[in-house]
């Protein structure tokens, strides 16, 4: 008998089959393969060989942490405020003036209504300062004196951050929270002492010398000045040798159209007047929203006073003509800007 095929040891083996010797020979053996296949590994080779030759280029963001969301400036500076708060890292002058508080609290509600609201044009920025002290010396107005915030937001915004300093009325001052946010935003009391240091010190002063005759005149009397005082806007100018710059604001006088004064309530509540418009007191606090008037403020041109040196106070002539000289500009500035007025709200 032949003897069986074993064909797990992957040899071939010897049998007969009809009387011949037959050997069995691998189908696919080394050297047998197919064409197409062969082939294909031929090309699977190479492609691997290649692949592994070729640069490793990471996924894009597999093996990177996720950029992180920047600040905007607003919540950049609100951040810087509130730690500044918390450890006490600020400063405030002599006068109590809180510049950072000034910029990040009270200067951006001032500013929508400067923008929004009044929509408020300036002329003659150029004749701002960017340094040094300067006296600007303006027209009073509107029952709500509005119009001295409103002037501050242009001097700030205008001059590329500089704060105007106001002198204020001791009412101000005497005033519950008033006096004190007064104080913080930079504000003191109109005294030539106080001016005078400000002045010197290079910084941009405010003055409404009409007072409380200007910004509680009868809606009949609007754009008229009134009377500026003895001048002593012009002997503390004199004495710093720092020029004046007159400012004409329109629109302010038509925020709330004083029709009347109830003086007993006035003296109730220690005013210098308590007014009636065409809104107040018969509707209330709705009342006392101003008018979206349409404003314009103009920065004049400085009149020099270094020139006359600071013995020149104690000469009421010039005194008395350099104050004439700047009241005689604001006014006229006044009547040129309200010929050329076309509409109380759309100016």
């Given amino acids: 008998m032949s003897r069986p095929y074993d064909l797990d040891d992957g040899e071939s083996e010897a049998?007969?089959?009809?009387?011949?010797?037959?050997?069995?020979?691998?189908?696919?053996?080394?050297?047998?393969?197919?064409?197409?296949a062969a082939e294909a590994r031929r090309d699977l080779r190479e492609e691997g060989a290649a692949r592994a030759d070729a640069p490793v280029v990471a996924f894009p963001g597999a093996d990177q942490p996720a950029p992180e969301e920047p600040l905007s400036d607003a919540a950049r500076s609100a951040l810087g405020f509130i730690r500044d708060r918390l450890t006490g890292d600020y400063t405030?002058?002599?006068?109590?003036?809180?510049?950072?508080?000034?910029?990040?609290?009270?200067?951006?509600?001032?500013?929508?209504?400067?923008?929004?609201?009044?929509?408020?044009?300036?002329?003659?920025?150029?004749?701002?300062?960017?340094?040094?002290?300067?006296?600007?010396?303006?027209?009073?107005?509107?029952?709500?004196?509005?119009?001295?915030?409103?002037?501050?937001?242009?001097?700030?915004?205008?001059?590329?951050?500089?704060?105007?300093?106001?002198?204020?009325?001791?009412?101000?001052?005497?005033?519950p929270l008033v006096g004190s946010f007064a104080r913080k935003s930079g504000q003191t009391l109109a005294c030539n002492a106080d001016a005078e240091r400000l002045l010197r010190g290079g910084e941009l002063v405010g003055v409404w010398p009409e007072g409380f005759k200007g910004v509680g005149k009868p809606f009949s009397s609007r754009y008229k000045l009134q009377r500026f005082g003895r001048g002593g806007f012009v002997s503390a100018a004199l004495r710093a040798g720092v020029p004046i710059i007159p400012v004409s604001v329109i629109g302010a006088e038509e925020i709330y159209p004083k029709l009347?004064?109830?003086?007993?309530?006035?003296?109730?509540?220690?005013?210098?007047?308590?007014?009636?418009?065409?809104?107040?007191?018969?509707?209330?606090?709705?009342?006392?929203?101003?008018?979206?008037?349409?404003?314009?403020?103009?920065?004049?041109?400085?009149?020099?006073?270094?020139?006359?040196?600071?013995?020149?106070?104690?000469?009421?002539?010039?005194v008395f003509q350099l104050t004439d000289q700047v009241r005689e500009s604001i006014q006229q500035t006044l009547y040129r800007r309200l010929s050329q007025r076309k509409s109380v709200f759309r100016g």
């Fill in 15 to 36: 049998g007969t089959v009809g009387g011949a010797e037959a050997q069995v020979i691998p189908l696919h053996g080394p050297g047998r393969e197919k064409p197409a």
């Fill in 92 to 175: 405030v002058d002599e006068f109590g003036f809180d510049a950072e508080l000034t910029d990040a609290v009270f200067l951006p509600p001032l500013r929508a209504l400067y923008k929004k609201w009044f929509r408020v044009d300036t002329f003659g920025v150029e004749n701002l300062p960017a340094a040094g002290g300067a006296l600007l010396v303006s027209n009073h107005s509107g029952t709500v004196p509005l119009d001295s915030l409103m002037t501050a937001v242009a001097v700030h915004d205008e001059t590329g951050g500089r704060h105007l300093r106001g002198l204020g009325a001791d009412l101000v001052f005497q005033l």
């Fill in 260 to 318: 009347g004064d109830i003086k007993l309530l006035a003296r109730m509540f220690g005013l210098p007047y308590f007014p009636v418009t065409p809104f107040f007191p018969h509707f209330g606090l709705l009342g006392a929203i101003p008018l979206p008037t349409k404003w314009s403020i103009e920065f004049g041109e400085p009149i020099p006073t270094d020139a006359y040196g600071p013995e020149a106070v104690d000469d009421p002539m010039l």
